[in-house]
């Protein structure tokens, strides 16, 4: 079959519309980011090692719901498939209380532990770090995190060693420092 100019000029526009359209839908679709970050916005004394850190601060939520003020310890997955997971926490060395003051804070000792868990499983490490050597007078930033997959409904928490003063907010940055966690979507299983 041959076309005609005028039939050829039409089917080119309209493969070139939709070429557009094409592009214009996958640009939105990759240009949507589905995470959260989460912080707390005071410096506070952890007690618990068994306890989970808990959130007051939602940095950014987008795509889905994640955290849920009623249970403020944990992220929950959304959907199935596989995420960036990562915390980051400051802890104030020996020398500094609540206050960011010297020597009234941490007690001494040389080790910390932060981990992110699973499912509130003990034994189920998502990613986990090991800071030694603590100077009484810093403060001590660490992170951990990996990739991993999960299933809808599944959550996250972080725990750190019992007994020390989490710093929260430096200066100017709302919480978004320490401690911090957050998950964002990168695909599916």
């Given at each position: 079959?041959?076309?005609t100019p005028r039939q050829t000029m039409a089917a080119g526009l309209f493969l070139f519309v939709v070429s557009i359209a094409f592009s214009s839908l996958t640009t939105l679709m990759?240009?949507?980011?589905?995470g959260v970050k989460i912080s707390h916005d005071a410096n506070?004394?952890?007690?618990e090692y068994s306890e989970p850190v808990t959130f007051n601060v939602v940095e950014f939520e987008s795509g889905a719901d994640f955290f849920d003020e009623n249970q403020p310890d944990r992220l929950t997955v959304?959907?199935?498939?596989?995420?960036?997971?990562q915390a980051q926490i400051t802890v104030l060395g020996s020398g500094y209380n609540l206050s960011g003051l010297e020597f009234t804070g941490n007690p001494p000792s040389r080790d910390y532990i932060i981990?992110?868990?699973k499912n509130g499983d003990p034994t189920d490490w998502v990613a986990a770090d090991y800071l030694?050597?603590?100077?009484?007078?810093?403060?001590?930033?660490?992170?951990?995190g990996s990739v991993e997959c999960f299933e809808e409904g599944d959550y996250i928490q972080l725990f750190v060693t019992g007994n020390r003063v989490i710093e929260s907010n430096w200066p100017g940055t709302r919480g978004s420092v320490s401690p911090v966690l957050y998950m964002v979507y990168i695909g599916s299983l």
């Open positions: 079959m041959r076309l990759h240009d949507k980011t589905i506070r004394l952890h007690t959304p959907m199935t498939g596989c995420y960036h997971v981990e992110i868990k030694s050597d603590e100077n009484p007078r810093s403060a001590l930033l660490n992170h951990t």
